[in-house]
């Protein structure tokens, strides 16, 4: 049966590395994505400079937050090796 009530500890414990995982990879990504619509603002003459310094501050906070995103450890795909033939365990790839 399903406890009912406030999470103990155990269970922040366990939340803790994946919450963390997904911080990293929505800074990086979100670095990506600031510093792509910066270009065009960049380019734009009229633009003003308070809002591109804004740009900039955030893409930094991003990029520290995700710099040490490593697509290879996302929990989406994960691949193992019995000796035999690569499985891939996740999402399919679409391949029989």
């Known amino acids: 049966m399903a406890q009912i009530g406030p999470p103990t500890i155990e269970q922040f414990s366990r939340l803790r590395p994946a919450f963390g ?5 929505a ?5 990506v ?16 400079i308070d809002i591109v310094a804004l ?3 955030c893409d930094v906070l991003c990029l520290l937050v ?3 995103y490593d697509p ?7 691949t193992e090796n019995d000796g035999r033939q690569r499985i891939t365990t ?4 679409g391949r029989a």
């Open 27 to 31: 800074g990086f990504w979100s670095a």
């Open 72 to 78: 290879s450890h996302d929990g989406d795909r994960r």
């Open 66 to 68: 995700g710099h040490r």
């Open 55 to 57: 740009f900039v501050a």
């Open 33 to 48: 994505l600031l510093g792509l619509a910066l270009l065009p603002l960049l380019l734009v003459a009229s633009t003003r």
């Open 21 to 25: 995982r997904a911080l990293v990879a």
């Open 90 to 93: 996740g999402a399919s790839t």
